[in-house]
């Protein structure tokens, strides 16, 4: 059963700085690439950012590039996204996703979801 598990959300103050990690387990991921996306109330699932299995490329929204790092340890399995200078429009759930289909898909190109964790930035 293949399950990914998200950890490292929570409240921070507008500019600071988060650091939300997912491990992976149930099966071999080395085809997949990893990434996030994220769920703001009221609005609909958008992807975040995206990285191949050899971490040669990355992807990222144009709302968080040059604030948001993915990085990932195929080793442990694990990815992590490194959050900086966060806004209150960052605000969101965020979810862990592995896929194989392009490099920044869509909601119905992901294969594995995580339950997904919060994210809240006050202003």
């Known amino acids: 059963q293949v399950q990914l598990v998200e950890s490292g959300g929570g409240l921070v103050q507008a500019g600071g700085s988060l650091r939300l990690s997912c491990a992976a387990s149930g099966r071999t991921f080395s085809s997949y690439r990893m990434g996030w996306f994220r769920q703001a109330p009221g609005k609909e699932r958008e992807f975040v950012a995206g990285i191949t299995w050899s971490a040669g490329n990355t992807n990222y929204a144009n709302s968080v590039k040059g604030r948001f790092t993915i990085s990932r340890d195929n080793a442990k399995n694990t990815q992590h996204l490194q959050m900086n200078s966060l806004k209150p429009e960052d605000t969101a759930v965020y979810y862990c996703?592995?896929?194989?289909?392009?490099?920044?898909?869509?909601?119905?190109?992901?294969?594995?979801w995580g339950q997904g964790t919060q994210v809240t930035v006050s202003s």
């Open positions: 996703v592995a896929y194989r289909a392009a490099l920044v898909p869509t909601t119905s190109l992901v294969d594995y």
